[in-house]
DNA sequence: AGTATAGTATTACATACGTAATCAAATAAA
DNA sequence: TTTATTTGATTACGTATGTAATACTATACT
């Protein structure tokens, strides 16, 4: 039984990003590094934080005075979930029909296109 | 000097699909064909067409008593914007990044990876 | 002509999201 | 110990979004 990931909103998903590179961390931590990337204040980082903690993306641990944050679900999982509702809605489900597109508008460069092939070469054939 | 493409909500792009199928269409029209896949009340609709229409993402011929809608953009510009802004924020920014991801996840079959090899090698090399 | 009906326009209301500020409690510093 | 500072909790407020309902207006029918 999945349970399902509760959806992440653009600015969570920064937090998220900053959880994923290293946890637990406290609330601090998590300020300080989003302030290299972002313009938010501490407060703003704070809130986004107990919302994510509201909605169980994001666990607590509340022993110690100073709470710290970690992920309750792998970024795989998350970005996995993401992507098969992006495509559903703005590719009509496929991500085949996804790439046919990127691929013949040119959006990949031909080095990106050989990688690309390489990758579908190596992954092995199942039987 | 490419506009923006103003962000087009999850309920937003079940009107745009409806519109990219078939264009002009009159209010009433787009409300039959989503009376199918949707459980939307022709009020809702109506509601959200007028916010596309808000937004300039959709256009209304007003000659008529009876207004009739189109698409201002076409489906693969507002694809690929929502693409990359998806994927920037998702995988951080490389559309490998996330092929790769579910290359190897098993996410595709068998199938779809041939047909991607086919289609990556249909592509004709630049020069 | 009067009324029902179909379109259009306006208004509504709850929840999510972006972006914080204020209030309270506990610890650290003076 | 009194006070400043840090951390956590609660509250705020505008815009977007989901999901309509009500009001107005112009045809269509009787």
């Not at 501490?42 to 992920?71: C, H």
Request: overall charge neutral; glycine content about 2%; some cysteine.
């Amino acid at each position: 039984m999945e349970k399902n990931i509760p959806s992440i909103s653009e600015s969570e998903w920064e937090i998220m990003n900053v959880l994923w590179d290293k946890a637990p961390q406290t609330a601090n931590d998590i300020i300080l590094s989003l302030q290299e990337s972002t313009d938010w204040k501490p407060k703003t980082i704070r809130t986004l934080l107990d919302r994510l903690v509201q909605k169980d993306v994001v666990g607590v641990n509340k022993d110690l005075r100073i709470y710290t944050f970690y992920p309750l679900y792998t970024q795989e999982k998350c970005q996995r979930a993401e992507t098969e509702s992006f495509i559903k809605r703005i590719y009509g489900g496929t991500l085949k029909s996804m790439l046919v597109q990127f691929i013949q508008e040119d959006t990949l460069s031909e080095d990106d296109i050989n990688e690309l092939r390489f990758i579908l070469n190596k992954k092995p054939k199942k039987q």
